[in-house]
């Protein structure tokens, strides 16, 4: 896919998505920072209903390590790796108070000492709270980014950085919510719907397999 190319893809992302959001229920940056913790290897969705009650219950720093890890655990035993998930959400939000006065730091690297986040949470808060240009890659835009020739690359983060450098900077933070949904919705993994895919004149690529990544997955 040229450069001109890109724009026009996600031009006709933009045209279908004027106005992208994120499909997680959040309040505020707080709750938007333990939602997406939870979405790793879990769809929003399940996501959204494990959080209802948590979020009544819990939804501040202080609440949540007050509630403490079983009382979480119990919320979200219906979402993968809920264990786990549960130690890092009690513990980030002490690690909040501990550290950043009660509040979900501005900084990428103070976001990813966090407990349970990774670069693409650190990405998706800083874009979606703090409006910043932060390229999130989850499996999604990974898999658009080889399939489509957007941004082919062995690794998340190789085409997180081709993403970067090759889409307009004036689309780039939607453009995070675009390849997100395209993904999602249009061009999935299994059977993905070119022929509903608004930005198929541009696809460089036809249906192949991906890549074999040269490592796992970093956390999220």
């Known amino acids: 896919m040229t450069l001109p190319d890109t724009r026009l893809f996600l031009e006709a992302l933009a045209a279908a998505h004027p106005d992208p959001q994120s ?50 655990r119990d919320h979200i035993r219906t979402i993968g790796l809920w264990q786990g998930k549960a130690r890092n959400v009690h513990a980030l939000s002490a690690q909040l ?25 650190a990405s998706v808060v800083l874009n979606v709270a703090f409006g910043e240009s932060a390229m999130a890659v989850d499996t999604h835009i990974f898999r658009l980014g080889n399939r489509t020739g957007l941004a082919p690359g062995r690794t998340v983060r190789a085409v997180e950085d081709k993403l970067v450098k090759r889409i307009p900077p004036e689309l780039l933070r939607d453009a995070h919510h675009w390849l997100i949904l395209h993904g999602r919705y249009v061009c999935k993994a299994r059977a993905p719907e070119c022929w509903r895919c608004v930005g198929a004149a541009y696809c460089r690529l036809k249906v192949k397999a991906l890549p074999k990544q040269a490592g796992p997955l970093p956390k999220a």
Do not use: C, W
């Open 23 to 72: 499909d997680l229920d959040y309040t505020d940056p707080y709750t938007l920072l333990v939602a997406v913790t939870l979405s790793a290897q879990t769809t929003d969705a399940a996501v959204n209903k494990a959080t209802v009650g948590l979020f009544a219950e819990a939804p501040t720093p202080a609440a949540m390590v007050a509630l403490g890890v079983e009382a979480i």
């Open 97 to 121: 108070i501990e550290r950043h006065g009660g509040e979900v730091p501005h900084d990428r690297d103070a976001l990813e000492a966090l407990p349970g986040v990774g670069r693409k949470t």
